[in-house]
C-alpha cells in the first residue's frame, strides 16, 4: 500500500508541474509492470494445474497391474475440475490448452461428456451449461478399496500436494479387500448426473413387482396343472371353461381343428409343465392388482392368445429360438426406426422424410393388382399413374408428420400403430384402415420413443424434453408427466403389471416410474454413457439396459442393485428383449450383431448370495448371430418363442 501511496503522489506533483511527459512514461512504465505481473500470477496457477495433473497422471499410469484399474478413474474427474476450475478463475486460454493436452486419454470412455464441456467458452458458461454446473454442485463418487485409497493419500500428500484441493471435491467410497478390475464393477465411477444418497433413498421404497392377478398367463398355468391331474368332461383339453364356450360357439369352424390337435396339445402341455416348473420365472413371481383400468379382452383374442402359450416352445442354455430377421433394403440410410407384430406379420418403419410405411408379410412378393402397362395417351397415363403406384407398393404409406419419425409400435394385438416424431406429436394409426386416428400433443421438444403397454389402450412416451409421459388412446392430453431425469429420455418401457414405465436417459441413468402417482420408484445408476434400450423379464423382477458404449446392465428393481453388467457389443445397444419364460435374453445393436444371453445362471447366482452388494454374476453368452452388414435396431420374441428381428441394409452393401 505505501508503495502506491508514493506512485500517487509523484503523479499528483507532475501534473501539478505540467510535466506532462514524463507523467505519461511513469504510467506506461506501471502498466508493462502491473501487465507483467499478472501473466506470472496467471502463468504461475495453469503450471500448477498441469504440473499436479500431470504428476497424478504419470503415478497412474505406471502404478502395479493391480490397482491401476481403480487409480485411473481418479483421473477423470480430476482433469474435469481442474478445466473449470481454470475456467471459473478467468484464465480461459491456459484452460483450452489443458484440456486438448489431455483430452485423448478421456476420449474413449467420456466422449459425449467432453463434447460438451469443449464448448465453454467464458466463466458464465459454466452456470449456463447443466453437465458444468452438475459436475460443480455435485460430488462423484469413486469406489476404490483400501489399499488403492491409502496409495493415492500417501501419494497427494507427498508429492502432489497442489492438487489436494481438487481431490476433496470427489467422494471416495473405501472397501474392504482386494482392487477389482473398473470392467467388473459398474458402479466404480458415478459420473455425475444423479447422486448415490438421492439413489438410495428412492431405492428404499415399496415395490410391488409381480405379475397381473387373473391373468391369461396365470389361468393357463392353473388349467394345465388341472389337466395333469384329472380330464373333467366337458373340458378335457386343458382350457379354461369361459374359452370352451367360445370354442363350441364357433362350431365346426374350429373345433375340427382343436380335436385334431387334441393328443398333441396334451403331449406339449404334459412336456412344458415339467419344463416350465425349471425355468419360467412368472410361475413364481408374485400377483399384484393393476392400477389401471384397461378395457376387457374379447374371447376370440384370449382364446387366440391362449393358443400361442399352450404351444410355446420352451427355451433354455441348450434349446436356442429360432430367429427370423426382415431386411429393410434400398432405405438409403433413411430408416429410424422399426417395429414388429406380437406374431410377425407386420412390420413398420419410421423414415427420416416423416414417412411411416407398413408391411403385411402375407402380401410380400405377390404381383400388383393394377397393369403395369404404358398407353399410347399420355393424359391417360397420368390419371391411373397415382393409382397404379399405390396398387404396386408392396406396403401402406402412412402419411401425417412434419418431421423425421423417431419410433413405432404395434399395439399387443396389431390393430394399431403408434409413430412418434420430431414434431413434437405422437399419431395413432389404424392397421385395417392405413389411416391416422388422433394426432396427441403434449411434449415440447422430439419424441424419440413411444410404447403400447402390455395390455394396449395405454402408451407411455419420452422425449427430448427431459419427461416421459403415460396416455390413453382415448384422451388426447397425458394422464402423467414423469419429470426428473437431466436430460433427454431415450427410451421407455412398460413393466408387464402395467403399474410401472422404465425410462433410459442420456444422463446415464435409468428410472422407474409409478403410473399411478407419477412418483420415481427406483433409480439405477452405473452406465457410462446415454441409455438406448430397455427390456424387463416377463417376471416383472429383472430389467435388463443398453447403452451406447456397448454395455448392458441386468439390474434387481427389488434392490435397484446390477446384478450382471458386461461389455456386450462394439457398438450402441439399440434393442433388447427377453424370451417368454425369461430364460433368455437377445441384444441387438449398430454392430451388426445378435446375441443370446443365458440369464437363468445369472439369477441363480442372485439368489445363493442375496447379501453381496455388488454384482454377483456376469450374462453368459449364448451365441452371437452375425448379419452381414444389417444393424440391428428391433427385437422381439413371440409369444410362441420366435424370435423376430429387423434392420436396414447398410448403405453400399
Known amino acids: 500500500m505505501e508503495d502506491e501511496d508514493i506512485e500517487k503522489a509523484v503523479l499528483t506533483y507532475l501534473r501539478k508541474k505540467g510535466l506532462k511527459l514524463t507523467e505519461l512514461a511513469l504510467q506506461e512504465d506501471q502498466s508493462r509492470v502491473s501487465s507483467d505481473a499478472s501473466h506470472s500470477r496467471s502463468q504461475n496457477v495453469a503450471d500448477r494445474y498441469f504440473d499436479g495433473y500431470s504428476r497424478l497422471r504419470s503415478w497412474a499410469y505406471n502404478s502395479l497391474d493391480s490397482y491401476k484399474h481403480e487409480l485411473l478413474c481418479v483421473l477423470y474427474p480430476v482433469f474435469i475440475h481442474c478445466f473449470m476450475d481454470l475456467v ?11 484440456f486438448h493436452t489431455f483430452r485423448e486419454d478421456h476420449e474413449i470412455m467420456h466422449l459425449r461428456d467432453l463434447q460438451k464441456l469443449e464448448g465453454i467458452l467464458s466463466p458464465s458458461h459454466l452456470e449456463e451449461m447443466e453437465l458444468a454446473r452438475i459436475s460443480r454442485q455435485n460430488k462423484v463418487k469413486i469406489r476404490l478399496c483400501q489399499s488403492s485409497y491409502g496409495l493415492l493419500q500417501q501419494f497427494i500428500h507427498k508429492k502432489c500436494l497442489d492438487m489436494l484441493g481438487v481431490i476433496n471435491q470427489i467422494n471416495f467410497e473405501v472397501t474392504p479387500g482386494q482392487p477389482t478390475s473398473i470392467s467388473d464393477d459398474s458402479e466404480a465411477v ?20 409381480g405379475l397381473l392377478e387373473d ?6 398355468e392353473k388349467a394345465l396343472s388341472d389337466s395333469d391331474k384329472t380330464e373333467v368332461e366337458g373340458n378335457k383339453e386343458g382350457y379354461p371353461e369361459e374359452i370352451n364356450k367360445v370354442k363350441k360357439t364357433d362350431g365346426n369352424k374350429q373345433g375340427t381343428s382343436f380335436s385334431n390337435k387334441k393328443k398333441k396339445d396334451k403331449a406339449v402341455g404334459a412336456t412344458g409343465k415339467t419344463t416350465r416348473s425349471e425355468t419360467s420365472m412368472g410361475s413364481v413371481a408374485p400377483r399384484v392388482k393393476s392400477e389401471l383400468t384397461g378395457p376387457q379382452l374379447p374371447p376370440e383374442v384370449e382364446l387366440s392368445k391362449f393358443e400361442d402359450l399352450r404351444n ?15 431386411t429393410f433394403l434400398h432405405t438409403r440410410n433413411g430408416l429410424n426406426c422399426s417395429a414388429i407384430s406380437h406374431d410377425g406379420s407386420l412390420v413398420a418403419g419410421g423414415f427420416s422424410d416423416s414417412s411411416v410405411k407398413a408391411w403385411d408379410m402375407a402380401k410380400i412378393g405377390q404381383p400388383g393388382r393394377a397393369s403395369n402397362s404404358q398407353g399410347e395417351n399420355g393424359s391417360m397415363q397420368g390419371m391411373h ?8 407398393r408392396p406396403y401402406s404409406l402412412l402419411q401425417g408428420h412434419s418431421g423425421p419419425v423417431y419410433s413405432v409400435s404395434f399395439s399387443p394385438f396389431a390393430d394399431f400403430l403408434l409413430s412418434s416424431s420430431s414434431d413434437n406429436t405422437i399419431r395413432l394409426w389404424s392397421t385395417r384402415l392405413n389411416a391416422n386416428l388422433v394426432c396427441y400433443k403434449g411434449h415440447n421438444f ?9 395390455v394396449g389402450h395405454y402408451f407411455a412416451t419420452a422425449s427430448h424434453d427431459r419427461t416421459a409421459r403415460v396416455w390413453s388412446i382415448e384422451r388426447i392430453q397425458p394422464l ?131 447379501s453381496k452388494s455388488g454384482p454377483t454374476s456376469r450374462l453368459r453368452l449364448l451365441k452371437a448371430l452375425p448379419t452381414k452388414s444389417t444393424p440391428v435396431y428391433n427385437l422381439r420374441f413371440s409369444r410362441r418363442n420366435l424370435l423376430f428381428a429387423a434392420g436396414a441394409l447398410s448403405a453400399g452393401s
Open 446 to 454: 422430439p419424441v424419440w420413443d413411444a410404447q403400447f403397454s402390455p
Open 215 to 220: 391373468s391369461v398367463e396365470e389361468r393357463m
Open 190 to 209: 458415478v459420473l455425475v448426473g444423479a447422486s448415490q444418497d438421492l439413489a438410495r433413498e428412492i431405492n428404499q421404497k415399496e415395490l410391488h413387482w
Open 480 to 610: 402423467r408427466v414423469m419429470a426428473g431425469h437431466l436430460s433427454d429420455v431415450d427410451c421407455v418401457q412398460w413393466h408387464p403389471n402395467c403399474n410401472y414405465i422404465v425410462t433410459g436417459s442420456s444422463d446415464k441413468t435409468v428410472r422407474l416410474w409409478d403410473v399411478q402417482s407419477g412418483e420415481c420408484a427406483r433409480l439405477f445408476i452405473g452406465h457410462r454413457s446415454m441409455v438406448l434400450s430397455l427390456a424387463i423379464s416377463p417376471d416383472g423382477r429383472f430389467m435388463a439396459s443398453g447403452d451406447e458404449d456397448g454395455t448392458i446392465i441386468m439390474w434387481d428393481l427389488s434392490t435397484g442393485r446390477s446384478v450382471s453388467p458386461i461389455m456386450g457389443h462394439n457398438s450402441c445397444v439399440w434393442t433388447l428383449a427377453f424370451s417368454c419364460e425369461g430364460t433368455l435374453l437377445a441384444s441387438g445393436s449398430a454392430d451388426c450383431m445378435v446375441k443370446l444371453w443365458d440369464v437363468t445362471s445369472s439369477m441363480k447366482a442372485l439368489k445363493t448370495d442375496e
Open 312 to 326: 410355446r416352445a420352451q427355451l433354455n442354455s441348450l434349446a436356442l429360438p429360432s430367429v427370423s430377421f426382415y
Open 385 to 392: 399413374s397415382l393409382a397404379s403406384d399405390e396398387a404396386k
Open 88 to 98: 471459473a478463475q478467468g484464465y480461459m486460454q491456459e484452460a483450452r490448452t489443458f
